[in-house]
């Protein structure tokens, strides 16, 4: 829907170009006094860009809010619960390798010898969540799962022979579930 959004007011904006191009070249073969083109020009070019700021205003606010990882401001520190990862080649190590449903996550991924990419995918192999696993470095990515199962952790940057085989697989819990 957003990606549609998007397209429609791309579409429009190019619009909106070539109509300004088209006038400027119908303009520019009439034979008069340039100052008061020029006047109206910078009339129309200022409504313009006010215009076009308050569609990408008003597009960025609507879109924004959806990302997947602004509801972790609103969580606090006690409800969070912290995962440590490393990666290695050619595999995962996890603090922890049973998660609940609702229960907000803070993946904290670093790397013991190579970059790695931490890709984490659910049932369908859709990437929900990703980050990069670097040594010496930690990063943290936020994910609260919203459906029990099996999700894979897999490497998304290529770190040498046995990459392909760099697969974790962790499971989900309802929240009754033992």
């Given at each position: 829907m957003y990606q549609q959004i998007a397209w429609t007011v791309t579409l429009f904006l190019v619009f909106l170009i070539a109509l300004a191009f088209a006038f400027v070249y119908g303009e520019s073969g009439?034979?008069?006094e340039y100052g008061p083109i020029q006047k109206k020009g910078y009339k129309i070019r200022k409504?313009?860009?006010i215009g076009v700021l308050a569609v990408m205003a008003v597009v960025s606010?609507?879109?924004l809010t959806k990302l997947p990882y602004h509801h972790q401001h609103g969580v606090s520190a006690n409800e969070l619960k912290v995962i440590e990862v490393k990666g290695f080649q050619f595999g995962w190590?996890?603090?922890n390798e049973e998660f609940v449903v609702g229960e907000p996550i803070e993946f904290r991924v670093t790397s013991k010898d190579v970059t790695h990419g931490f890709g984490l995918y659910d049932q369908n192999m859709?990437?929900?969540a990703q980050t990069q696993a670097m040594p010496e470095y930690t990063n943290s990515v936020y994910h609260t799962f919203d459906k029990p199962g099996k999700y894979k952790i897999l490497c998304l940057e290529y770190c040498s022979v046995g990459h392909h085989?760099?697969?974790k697989e962790?499971?989900?819990k309802d929240k009754g579930a033992n």
């Open positions: 009439r034979l008069k409504y313009y860009f606010g609507m879109t190590e996890l603090s859709k990437l929900i085989v760099m697969v962790i499971t989900v």
